[in-house]
């Protein structure tokens, strides 16, 4: 068994998360900086105001990353960096850090994966309506024209939304991710469509004005179920289950975004419930959302249900049960069982945007961190990984993150890093994982 010999082996992170540097040369408020300070849903009332400061520690993160031998860094871009209002004026500084990050990545050999929206909502836009805004999707239009007319002639990979379903359904639904609203299901369905059509318009434009081919996608995530047995009606039982897309929690589905993406229509069960309330699309904007992708990106940390930290034992959770520091069931085989799932609906090759897991590592005696468990877990994921390589085509492999982050509503509790930050010095340290990562590279996997 082994990985292509083309497969991309990268790490990620998003601009919120890791930059600070939240009202430096001209930035503007996006909805986290504006929500979150003291809202009750956030730990300690941090913010990523500072974070781990790579707006500042760009070069020297740059760095970091060739010393691990990373081929690939995902990130995203901050919206209001470079469209301080959202619309509008350009504030050329802040197009000026990711020119020089994109530069900066590919003279160091690391391949440019870029992000187009990360949660990171302008603020000024959100005053006037966000996603419900009818105009919501030219306004992203107007952001990806500024950001692929200034970086295609080197950025190739290109990703519209990151979980669309947190976005939504935390940001708009529960109302524990900014900006902390509980919206009805009409503004909900508005939203959602917007959005859809947003990426729409979004590839259309890059695959008609980048300056080279590009390779476009987005990023979701995926909970799949794994099948309780070996046989063939388990898995389609849990293939069944896994793409189910009702009741309130719609937003949270995979199929309700990837089907009209991919499939060019919303999931049946979807329909049979909301029918009529769903907003209708046109010809041309159905043909604009469904254009070809070129790869499934998806972000997957685990199986469906490995999330019963707190709720009763079930399926797949049990006394004792080994999951991470922020409690997400360890589960490797959902790099197995998601990745040939997807690629049995959707039929692309298939990108993992994101895997990982946080802990609350610290620096030990000896000035190193000693992350065994998290060179275990990537290891007993990365071989399912492997696994399912023998069946489907594989693009590539993204840990998440390459550095300790701002965790969202989990604060800065949850290091999910290959580089330990000291939030209090900003002094980079890379974990032990980072430097077994780096000899999972160099083999292109052939050792896991
Ligand atoms: C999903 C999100 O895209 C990212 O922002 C987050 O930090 C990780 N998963 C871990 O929760």
Known sequence: MAFSKDFIWGAAAAAYQVEGAWNEDGKGPNIWDVTAKYNEHIKHSETGEVSADHYHHMKEDVALMKEMGL???RFSISWTRVLPEGIGKVNEKGLQFYSDLVDELLANGIEPLVTIYHWDYPYALEQIGGWRNKASSDWFLEYTKVIVDALSDRVKYWMTLNE?????????????????????????????????????????????????????????????????????????????????????????????WSDPIYLGHYPEDFMAQFGDMVPKFTDEEWAMISAPLDFYGVNIYRVGSGNASR???????YQGRPHTGIGWAVTPEALYWAPKMLYKRYGLPVMITENGMSEHDWVSLDGKVHDTYRIDFTHRYLRELKRVSEEIPLVGYMHWSVMDNYEWADGYDERFGLIYVDYQTQKRTIKDSGYWYKSVLESNGSEL
Not at 311 to 317: A, F, H
Request: net charge negative; proline share 6%; with cysteine.
């Open 71 to 73: 081929k690939a860094y």
């Open 311 to 317: 709720g009763e034992y079930g399926r797949d959770w």
């Open 164 to 256: 669309p379903q947190c976005a939504l359904g935390c940001g708009y639904l529960v109302g524990a991710f900014a900006p902390f609203q509980k919206c009805s299901t009409p503004e909900l369905l508005e939203m959602g469509a917007n959005m859809l059509l947003a990426h729409g318009k979004a590839v259309k434009y890059i695959r008609e004005n980048a300056k080279q081919e590009s390779k476009i996608s987005m990023a979701p995530y995926a909970d799949c179920y794994a099948p309780e047995d070996d046989s063939p009606e388990a898995f389609e039982k849990a293939y069944k289950e896994s793409f189910v897309s009702k009741g309130d929690q719609f937003l949270f589905s995979m199929s309700y």
